[in-house]
């Protein structure tokens, strides 16, 4: 299993909307890399060739997902968080432990992301509970060695 690092990286840049006015936005991506010099360089690469005129990484922060769930469904265009939490038992104590652990799940919607994370969760021997699970404002995921031919912003 690979160890990734993930980094939310936000671009902010001038786009041109429906009315055909520009208006600055800010959009938020996830990047695997190791540094946060690497993930900004790596954001960069990505999207430079969805983005018309210049823009500006604005914000790099670690995220602490422990796994991404990603989705075929060529519908499965939004991201969302999911809050677990593992319960083991303390050997020595004999009390209850609870440990929070984050995944992303790719999905076209909330309904479909709950099936999928099941689904991604099957044969999970420790016991947990579902505490959360919320849309993200994520547009899209770098992982590391994938290269993405579908562009995301216009």
């Known amino acids: 299993m690979a160890l ?3 980094f939310e ?3 902010q840049y001038e786009k041109i909307i429906e009315n055909g006015m520009t208006k600055k936005v800010t959009e ?3 990047v695997d890399a190791l540094s946060f ?3 900004e360089a790596r954001i960069i690469e ?3 060739p969805y983005i018309t005129g210049e823009f500006s990484v604005s914000d790099i922060k670690r995220a602490n997902y422990s796994e991404l769930f990603y989705s075929d469904d060529t519908a499965a265009d939004r991201w969302f968080k999911a809050k677990l939490v593992f319960i083991t038992l303390d050997e020595k104590s004999g009390k ?3 440990t929070n652990s984050y995944v992303l799940i790719q999905a076209p919607d ?3 992301a709950l ?3 099941e689904e991604g969760m099957k044969g999970t021997i420790a016991d947990y509970v579902i505490a959360s699970l919320q849309e993200t404002p994520l547009l899209d995921v770098f992982p590391f060695g994938v290269k993405d031919d579908k562009p995301e912003v216009q």
Do not use: D, S
């Open 115 to 117: 099936k999928n994370l």
């Open 37 to 39: 010099t690497e993930a």
């Open 110 to 112: 909330l309904k479909v």
């Open 9 to 11: 990286c936000k671009i």
């Open 4 to 6: 990734h690092t993930w």
């Open 28 to 30: 938020p991506y996830l």
């Open 46 to 48: 990505e999207v430079t």
């Open 96 to 98: 209850e432990k609870r």
